[in-house]
């Protein structure tokens, strides 16, 4: 009998290392899964199958197509690398019974990815990964070993095809005030960091008039070696470009553009933290949603106070951002976010879109005629005080992270000297303390870290508290 990895869905689908875990074996384990789970749910169900950049991507997506096709489900593939927004789109646009996305997100280049949307567009709920999960050990403990794969013609598989992106953008040309871009007469820099956005986010910029210069279009699946995250490490290049050419703003998506990366005209990086709140307070300003704000539990509460200023609440969800996207299809928020660079707007996808929120931000510079700094600056007055979250990611032995989860299930009246006003068990463990200040520690759900969370109202609070967290954390 051969024993199967685990397929175990994240906070953002199902990840693992090329050629260790993410094998065409566990593919087909994954997509059998899948086929079995929406047979069960529908009748003559259609799925799509899309791909970012990333190596063995078309390979991959291939197999799920065979696969799908010989659980009789019906299949469309992307004829090429297609942003996981514009997937999203798709299956609301043509009523789709969900898809497959072979994407890693922002992870590293030896890193691969499913992520499965169901029927609503979203990023699968954790009662539909489970049974996914279930499926696939009941698939290894009845035939012992892994589903061979379907026999595939010499002349590829026939499936029909499709292309995402002229739908896609036109969608954005509705949500997005390009008119307002336009007469400000302002130029931008995109990065596409060698993932799905190219052609997407320069794109939407160019046809509607709008000045732009791209970079990192082609396709690199080792991704410069640093990886498609839109980290203020990997954005330097894009900074320099933009100091360079005198852009108001350098605007970049991550690997699969769900994720979105803004530097400022000085070529300072702009945390998605603050992001968050600008286009949020944005865009009540501007289309009129008086409506609350949704964030994760590890996200900024500046979002909360910019939500406070309009008489709005702020719903808190645990970290993934289908449980954003759940309320975004009640129609119950004008915009939802998470810390890790997602967001999405009402009427909109239920799921991330990079490329929308970059072009919301360029709108935003362009409506406003003010830097990000100044509007973060003018922000924080209209809401009285300042928030300054940073994030660190702790690499821990299995002793020190069972160490830590014990410590943080005590419920503490005082912690690293402060005294806690409230503890919150949403997703980890956070602490909130009298000044304003909190932390949360929660493992991740993509990698193998734990993850420190802190705001503060200054850098320098932030960063001390970073400091004694970390200490706290590693003190066995």
């Known amino acids: 009998m051969m024993n199967a990895s685990p397929i175990k869905f994240g906070t953002s689908g199902w990840r693992g290392l090329i050629a260790d875990d993410f094998t065409f074996a566990n593919v087909r384990l994954a997509v059998t899964a899948i ?51 514009a997937v999203a789109y798709e299956i609301l646009r043509s009523k ?45 403990a009845k035939d012992g070993a892994y589903p061979s794969s379907p026999a595939v013609p010499s002349d590829g598989v026939k499936t029909e095809t499709v292309n995402l992106r002229e739908n896609y953008l036109k969608r954005l040309g509705e ?28 794109g939407a910029l160019a046809a509607h008039g709008v000045a732009v210069e791209a970079m990192r279009t082609d396709r ?47 070529g300072t990086w702009i945390q998605p933290n603050h992001i968050l709140a600008l286009v949020y307070d944005y865009i ?20 909360d106070a910019a939500a406070k200023s309009h008489g709005q609440k ?50 935003m510079i362009a409506a406003r005629g003010a830097s990000l700094g100044e509007q973060i600056r003018r922000l924080f007055k209209k809401v009285g005080r300042e928030f300054w979250p940073m994030r660190a990611n ?19 009246s005082t912690l690293l000297g402060r005294k806690v006003v409230s503890m919150d068990r949403t997703d980890g463990a956070k602490f909130s303390f009298e000044d304003g200040s909190w932390m949360l520690l929660r493992l991740s759900g993509t990698e193998p870290l734990l993850r420190l969370y802190v705001e503060a109202n200054s850098a320098e609070a932030s960063a001390k508290l970073t400091s004694e967290a970390t200490k706290w954390v590693l003190e066995n």
């Open 220 to 266: 690199d699946c080792l991704f410069d070696g640093t990886g498609p995250d839109v980290s203020a490490e990997n954005l330097a290049p894009l900074g320099k470009a933009v100091v360079d050419s005198g852009a108001a703003a350098g605007l970049a998506t991550d690997g699969d553009a769900d994720r979105f990366g803004i530097i400022d005209r000085d």
């Open 96 to 140: 789709l019974d969900g898809a497959i996305n072979f994407t890693a997100s922002h992870n590293p280049a030896q890193y691969h990815g499913l992520k499965f949307s169901s029927a609503d567009a979203g990023p699968a709920l954790p009662e539909v990964t489970r049974d996914i999960e279930a499926r696939v050990a009941r698939i290894i």
């Open 35 to 85: 086929a079995e789970h929406v047979n069960s749910k529908m009748r003559n169900p259609m799925i799509l199958v899309g791909y970012d950049t990333r190596f063995y991507s078309e390979e991959f997506s291939q197999l799920a197509v065979a696969i799908l096709q010989a659980h009789k489900v019906r299949t469309l593939l992307c004829e090429t690398f297609t942003p996981t927004p």
């Open 394 to 412: 702790l690499h821990l032995h299995d002793e020190q992270k069972a160490n830590t989860v014990n410590k943080a299930a005590v419920d503490a």
């Open 284 to 303: 009540v300003e501007t289309r009129g949603w008086n409506m609350p704000a949704a964030r994760s539990v590890a996200t900024s509460q500046l979002i």
């Open 314 to 363: 702020t719903f808190q969800t645990p970290v993934g951002f289908k449980y954003i996207g759940q309320l975004i299809r009640e129609d119950k928020i004008a915009l939802g976010g998470e810390e890790s660079a997602g967001l999405t707007i009402r009427g909109h996808v239920p799921e991330k879109d990079g490329i929308l929120a970059c072009l919301l931000v360029a709108e």
């Open 175 to 202: 949500l997005v005030r390009f008119e307002t871009l336009r007469k400000a007469n302002v130029k931008f820099v995109t990065d596409a960091l060698h993932g799905c956005g190219s052609g997407y986010l320069d």
